[in-house]
């Protein structure tokens, strides 16, 4: 008699079929979005996803973290994603509030629809919308990246920090006060976000591939592994051929840009927030804080905690 074996079940790879909207149908995307968002949570409809404050500021493998809030929007499909001591999977239609400091992880997948996402984030002088879809290798494939510069993200983070830590807290009345809060956060990104004007600097003539390639950049600016090859890979062509043609559209080899982002980013930290020296590392995308110091040094001529000082001198005087 034959044995008899459960064979286990093939799963294709993503459908890659993320194609890259026009920047007016991005922002009347962003805007729909937000606005069945915001229904949801009137109605008390809307499932909204918020990690619990373990394992915050720690570097894990395959994880990183930022040194403000995202917010997570699911379209379609599912993501999964991982934090140091906890896991759960967004579906469609629900939204997770990411904290600052939280490691994370995560693995784009396909539902009855292929994989998308919007994901808002924070940066110094203003927030940014991106769109994503899922490569083939199910990691986040982001699109174009919207800023919007507007003093008002101050204002939006503070009402994710304090639903975080009302979240924390549970109870009846912490849910309504949460609840209120992503209200207050979503509906001010939409006033900002249906008054937007598309800042000069975001135009390029860049190839489609290299825009791409700066958008994966300001996405994943905190993951250690972000290097020529990983970038490569998500975009599914050789290194040679990525860093030949990012030369040739901005002149600058694609190692450099890499690097003088990263820095950018950590001055960012350094000026903003309270990350000591090892954490803004991390969140700058260095796996190594001797490392980060050198290079720092090579690019300011000054330690990170030499800059942070002067940064600190600067701005009281200007107080």
Known sequence: MPRVTNKPKIIPDNRHSYSEPTPAERVCFYRAALERALAGAESGRLVVRIPKLRGLRRREQGMSFHATPEVFFQQQGHTRFSMPEETFVLKAGEVCVMPRGMPHGEVAMDGPLPFKTMIAMFRAGGFSFHLAGA???QTVASGSID???TPSHLAMMRYLDDAVEAAARQGGAEALFVRGLIM??????????????????EVSLSPALVSRCKNLVEGELARPELNVRWLAEQMECSPDHLSRLFRQATGTRLTAYLQERRIRH?????EHSDLN????AWASGFRYPAYFNQVFRAHTWMTPKQYRTQAGVASSRLR
């Not at 001010?188 to 976000?193: C, G, V």
């Open 266 to 270: 950590a001055k960012e930290l350094l």
């Open 135 to 137: 490569s083939t290798r």
């Open 277 to 280: 020296m090892t954490e803004t």
């Open 184 to 201: 207050a956060c979503f509906a001010l990104a939409l006033r900002h976000t249906e008054a937007r004007e598309r800042p000069p600097e």
């Open 147 to 149: 800023t919007i510069l």
